[in-house]
C-alpha cells in the first residue's frame, strides 16, 4: 500500500509542478501585456487603450499617432532594460548563494558612470550616442579588472569577486566625487545619468546594446542546468559532471554583460535585479531554468509600471523610474532580510 502509494506520487507532483508554472506563465504574460499597453497610454497628454489599439493597427490621427509612437522606444528599452536587470540578479543570487547579490556588487554602475564622468571631463564628450559607448566600455572594463582581481592567486571565489567589486566601486565612486565637484559642465552631465531613467532615449540606445544583451542572455539559459546542480553543492555537482569554477566564471561574465548592457542604455537602475529574482522564486520554485525564463518576463514588467508611476506622479513632468524602483524595491530587500534571518 505505502509502495503504491510512493509511485503515484511520482506524475501527481509533476502534473502539480507543471500547473503551477503554466499559471504563473499566464499571470507574468498578462501582466507584461498590461505594463506595454499602460507605457504607450500614459505621459503628459493620455490616450485610451482604443486611440493606442488603432494606432498599432495603422489607424488614429496623426497627432495621435505620433504621442503613441514616441513612446515605443522607452517602451523598448524598459523590455530589454528590465529583463538584463532581472537575470543578471538571478545569476548572481544563484553564483555566490547570497539572497542579497545584485549586479552592481560587481561594480559595474560604478564603473560605468567612472567612464562618462572621465570622457566627459577629459575628452570632451558629449551626447548620449557617446554617452552609451562609455559607459558601455567602462561597465565591461570594470567587469574584467573584477574578474582578474578577484581571481588572482587562483582559487578565487564569489566572495572575492564580490569584495573585490566593492573596493573597486568604492575607488570609482571617490574618483567620480573629485571630478564631478570640480567641473561643473561634468556634474551636470553627471546627475543627469546617475538616476536611471528610460525618457530621452531613442531606438539608437536599444541597438547599440542589443548584442551584448542577447550574449548574455544565451549564455544566462545556457548555465541554467549548471547552476541548479551547484544548488546541491559544489562537491555534488562535481560528482554529477558539472566544472562549478567554469559555471561560476561563465555565469559572472553573463552577468557582468546584461548589467553592463541595462546601464550603458538607461542609467543605473536598483532593486530589480534584487526583488525580481525573489517573487519569481516565490512562484515557480528554486529551478534556475524557470527562474531565468519568469525573471525575463517579470524584470520588464516591473520597470514598465515603476515607468508609468512615475509618469503619472508628477504629470506633466515625471519622475526618472530609477527614483520609483528604489522605493519598490526597499519592501523587497526587507523581505530578503527577513528570510536570511529565518533561514539562519
Known amino acids: ?61 496623426e497627432y495621435t499617432r505620433t504621442v503613441v509612437e514616441s513612446r515605443y522606444p522607452r517602451t523598448v528599452l524598459g523590455v530589454l532594460a528590465g529583463l538584463c536587470l532581472a537575470v543578471a540578479g538571478t545569476l548572481m543570487q544563484g553564483i555566490t548563494r547570497n539572497p542579497l547579490a545584485e549586479p552592481g556588487l560587481l561594480g559595474i554602475n560604478a564603473g560605468a558612470s567612472a567612464a562618462i564622468v572621465a570622457a566627459t571631463a577629459f575628452l570632451g564628450a558629449s551626447g548620449q550616442q557617446q554617452t552609451i559607448w562609455w559607459a558601455l566600455a ?36 571617490a574618483f567620480i566625487q573629485a571630478v564631478a565637484l570640480s567641473k561643473p559642465q ?27 544583451a542577447a550574449v548574455g542572455f544565451v549564455l544566462a539559459l545556457l548555465l541554467a542546468p549548471g547552476l541548479n546542480a551547484m544548488a546541491m553543492g559544489d562537491d555534488k555537482a562535481a560528482s554529477l559532471g558539472i566544472s562549478p569554477a567554469r559555471v561560476k566564471g561563465a555565469g559572472l561574465l553573463a552577468a557582468t554583460l546584461l548589467a ?14 534584487l526583488a525580481v529574482p525573489h ?6 520554485g528554486a529551478d534556475f531554468r524557470a527562474q531565468i525564463l519568469f525573471t525575463s518576463l517579470a524584470g520588464p ?11 503619472i506622479l508628477l504629470r506633466p ?19 530578503a532580510v527577513r528570510r536570511m534571518r529565518g533561514a539562519g
Open 186 to 212: 561634468v556634474f551636470d552631465t553627471y546627475r543627469y545619468w546617475v538616476v536611471g531613467a528610460l525618457g530621452g532615449r531613442g531606438f539608437d540606445a536599444f541597438w547599440a546594446v542589443l548584442p551584448f
Open 138 to 173: 567602462g561597465a565591461l572594463a570594470t567587469g574584467v579588472v573584477v574578474h582578474l582581481v578577484g581571481t588572482a592567486g587562483g582559487g578565487g571565489g564569489p566572495v572575492r569577486l564580490v569584495l573585490a567589486g566593492a573596493v573597486l566601486s568604492a575607488v570609482l565612486a
Open 1 to 61: 500500500m505505502t509502495t503504491l502509494s510512493r509511485i503515484g506520487q511520482g506524475p501527481a507532483v509533476v502534473r502539480r509542478g507543471l500547473a503551477r508554472h503554466v499559471m504563473a506563465a499566464v499571470l507574468c504574460l498578462v501582466l507584461l501585456a498590461l505594463a506595454l499597453l499602460a507605457s504607450v497610454m500614459f505621459g503628459s497628454k493620455p490616450t485610451s487603450a482604443g486611440e493606442v489599439l488603432r494606432v498599432v493597427t495603422g489607424g488614429g490621427d
Open 301 to 311: 514588467t516591473l520597470l514598465l509600471f515603476a515607468d508609468v508611476i512615475g509618469r
Open 260 to 273: 553592463a548592457a541595462a546601464t550603458a542604455a538607461v542609467g543605473p537602475i536598483a532593486f530589480v535585479g
Open 317 to 335: 513632468q515625471e519622475l526618472m523610474v530609477g527614483v520609483v524602483t528604489a522605493f519598490v524595491g526597499a519592501p523587497a530587500l526587507l523581505f
Open 279 to 284: 517573487v519569481v522564486r516565490a512562484l515557480v
